[in-house]
C-alpha cells in the first residue's frame, strides 16, 4: 500500500501578495492529492479569512472525508492552529499543549488513523502534526514536551508512527534528536544529511527547510520534495513537502 503525505504552512490562506485566496491552497493540495495533509496556520471564524471554518471548507473541497483540528491561538475573533485531513477514518484525536512559559501558543495534534489496505489488513498510523517556536531553545523545550507526552510516550515504537509540520528549525538543529534517541528517519533531508534539509521557506526563493517529516515502523520511503508548482510560490510562504511511502 502507498501513502502520500504533504506538511504544509497554508498562512491562513493568505499569499505573499497579502490577498486571501483559499482557492489556490485548494488547486495546490488538488495538484499534490495527498492521503494525509498536515496543515499548520489554519484560521476558524477569523475576519482576514472570511471568518471561515478553512479546514472543513478545505475538507469539504477536495473531498477528504476526514479531518481533525487542533487550535492554539485565539484572536481578538476566530482562532487557528493545525489541521490534519485524511482519505482514511480518524480514530483519535488530541490537541498537545506546547506553549512555553508566556510566548505565543504552540501545539501539536495527534491522530490515529486507520489506513485500509485491499485484502482487508489495516494499518493504524499515529500521526503528529505541529508547529514549534522562532527560538532555537524553545523548540528544544517543545520537543522535550512532545516525548514526555502520554500520547507519544505510550507509543509502541515499532508501529507506524509519523511526525511533521513546521518546525521552523533553520539550523537543522532537531533531526539529529528525532533520529538519535527517539528512532525516527528523516523524509524530507538530501542524501542523508540532516544539514541538507529540502528547502521550502521562503516560497518565492526557498533557502530554508523549516518543513520536515519524520517517520518509523513500517514505512518505507519512495520519494521526498517540495512543491514547486509555480502556483505555490504565491498562495503561501511555505512550499508544501511531500513524502511518498510504502507501507510494509
Known sequence: ??????SYNIHRAIGIDRRFRLDRIVTILGHVRPDVALLQEVDSGAPRSGELDLARELAELLGFPYYAVGH???????RYGNATLSR?????????????????????QHTRIQAQKQAGHAHILEVFNLHLGLSARER???????????????????????????????RSQLPPIF???????????????HRQPIRTFPAFSPTGGLDKIFFRGCFRL??????????????????????DFELK
Open 1 to 6: 500500500m502507498q501513502l502520500r503525505i504533504v
Open 72 to 78: 492554539n491561538v485565539d484572536l481578538r475573533k476566530g
Open 88 to 108: 482514511f477514518p480518524i480514530l483519535r484525536e488530541r490537541n498537545i499543549d506546547l506553549t512555553i512559559d508566556s510566548r505565543k501558543r504552540r501545539g501539536c
Open 140 to 170: 528544544l523545550r517543545q520537543i522535550a514536551l512532545l516525548q514526555h507526552s502520554r500520547e507519544f510516550a505510550d507509543l509502541d515504537q515499532t508501529g507506524a508512527c509519523l511526525v511533521g509540520g513546521d518546525f521552523n528549525d533553520w
Open 179 to 193: 533520529t538519535g534517541e527517539l528512532g525516527f528517519q528523516c523524509a524530507t533531508a538530501r542524501g542523508g544529511g
Open 222 to 243: 519512495l520519494d521526498a520534495r517540495a512543491c514547486h508548482l509555480r502556483l505555490s510560490r504565491v498562495a503561501s510562504d511555505h512550499l508544501p513537502v511531500i513524502a
